[in-house]
């Protein structure tokens, strides 16, 4: 299967197990490593509003935790009519790892739109761009 359907697949799998008694609003995260395993991830809300953690944020957060810090490409799935891009926290936390990630929006009627992290974060701020060593 090609990588781009594997993720969107793996992303729909993760969305299952969104935790959003709140908001309803499931997503879900498929994060390819550059050893390419696929780390996934999904909301996961809480009582307490502002403790909310994206699908973004948790796939990213799991690879890091797991060693990993260079990626390929990640696919996120919402049910929205036209597939939703990351908000912009989860933007820059993506931006620290992968600046020029390439971001797979889908939904679940197999809508898809890729675009680069660039492209919806220009200008981000880094403390490691002029960094020869990053
Ligand atoms: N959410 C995500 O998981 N990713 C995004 O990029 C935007 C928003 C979640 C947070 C919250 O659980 C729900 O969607 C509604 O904002």
Redesign the pocket.
Known sequence: MLYKEELIKAAQEARKN?Y?P??K?A?G?ALLGNNNKIYTG????NASYGL?????RAAIFKAVSEGVTSFKALA?VTDLEVP????GA?RQVIGEFSPDLEIIMANMKGNVHTVNLAELLPLSFSLHKNDKDN
């Open positions: 969104a959003v709140y908001s609003f997503v995260a999904c909301n996961v809300e909310t953690i994206c699908a973004e996120i939703a891009s990351p908000c989860c």
